[in-house]
């Protein structure tokens, strides 16, 4: 037969017979269950190595050398930036010269105008940075006053470069730097050296079409001279004479080269050296002479002899 206990009956038997085992066998801890001792009860800490020392890079400033700072000093000093009293409108004009670095500012959106000589004929354009710039030409004019100019444009402010530009006349180098908002509208240049070659030209133009002397009429020319010997660029083209002066007329490539002296060759064939001047194209000699030498050269000299005759007035001619 089963019984079934309530459960607090239960309960009440168990700690009954719980209690009576324990008054019978008293249960003897083991040696593993002991205590610990005070001594071993806490782990004594692990011992941690330091850590390693930390080796931090020795920065060296590092010292250009001579030769980069005799660069950098001589860009420097070649610069010419712009100035507010060299402006014409909105135009920057420079002054060319050899070997100079022409400072150009430029801006976002905004396209610097680089105008060149009218009449020069561009040849290449190089810029150190073509990613972030943008470079390109167009002309103006015509015949020869055509006119060529190179555009520039940065992507953004902050950009620095260089670029050359190459033409049938010189070379032009520029520092290009690229600003918030402030740009150059254009620039160009002025040209001393082209216009002392100018005002040269222009003077030797109008002295060349002087009259190599005034008040003179063909009747009292004399034209009876002959010019024998050697045949160098340099031969005169005729002689003549007016009774006071004589007028020896050469070619134009006496301006190539070095001039002839004149000699004045006596009876006895003894050649001296004589005053003369030059205008234009002629040597005019203060006197009449029956016979001079050109010469020129030393080791193998051309000799040309101018010799008058009797003969050649333009009076006689006539009659």
């Known amino acids: 037969m089963t019984r079934i206990y309530p459960p607090l009956l239960c309960l009440g038997l168990l700690a009954s017979a719980n209690a009576a085992i324990a008054q019978q066998a008293p249960v003897q801890p083991k040696?593993?269950?002991?205590?610990?001792?005070?001594?071993?009860?806490?782990?004594?800490?692990?011992?941690?190595a330091p850590p390693a020392p930390v080796r931090r890079a020795i920065q060296r400033r590092t010292t250009a050398s001579p030769i980069v700072r005799g660069v950098a000093s001589a860009t420097r000093a070649a610069t010419?930036?712009?100035?507010?009293?060299?402006?014409?409108?909105?135009?920057?004009?420079?002054?060319?010269?050899?070997?100079?670095?022409?400072?150009?500012?430029?801006?976002?959106?905004?396209?610097t105008d680089i105008a060149l000589q009218p009449g020069e004929v561009l040849g290449a354009v190089a810029a150190g940075d073509t990613v972030r710039w943008v470079i390109g030409d167009t002309a103006s004019g015509s015949g020869e006053g055509k006119r060529t100019h190179v555009l520039i444009k940065p992507f953004t402010a902050g950009l620095s470069t260089n670029i050359v530009i190459t033409t049938d006349r010189r070379s032009y180098h520029l520092a290009l730097t690229s600003t918030n908002r402030t740009a150059m509208t254009a620039l160009s240049w002025t040209y001393p050296a082209d216009q002392l070659i100018a005002l040269r030209k222009a003077a030797e133009a109008a002295q060349a079409a002087a009259p190599v002397a005034t008040g003179l009429t063909v009747e009292q020319l004399h034209f009876g001279y002959t010019i024998s010997?050697?045949?160098?660029?340099?031969?005169?083209?005729?002689?003549?004479?007016?009774?006071r002066q004589t007028f020896i007329e050469f070619p134009a490539s006496l301006a190539v080269g070095e001039a002839p002296p004149l000699f004045l060759v006596d009876a006895k064939g003894e050649v001296a050296l004589v005053n003369y001047r030059v205008s234009g194209r002629f040597y005019v000699v203060d006197r009449i002479f029956d016979a001079a030498e050109l010469r020129l050269g030393l080791k193998k000299q051309s000799i040309v002899r101018i010799t008058r005759t009797g003969e050649g007035t333009a009076r006689g001619r006539g009659a």
């Not at 010997?229 to 009774?243: N, S, T, V």
């Open 31 to 48: 040696p593993t269950d002991a205590l610990p001792s005070p001594a071993t009860a806490v782990a004594a800490p692990a011992k941690v």
């Open 80 to 111: 010419l930036e712009p100035r507010a009293d060299s402006f014409i409108n909105a135009v920057q004009i420079y002054p060319w010269s050899e070997g100079a670095v022409y400072q150009v500012y430029t801006a976002p959106e905004r396209v």
């Open 229 to 243: 010997g050697d045949r160098p660029h340099w031969r005169p083209l005729r002689a003549f004479d007016d009774g």
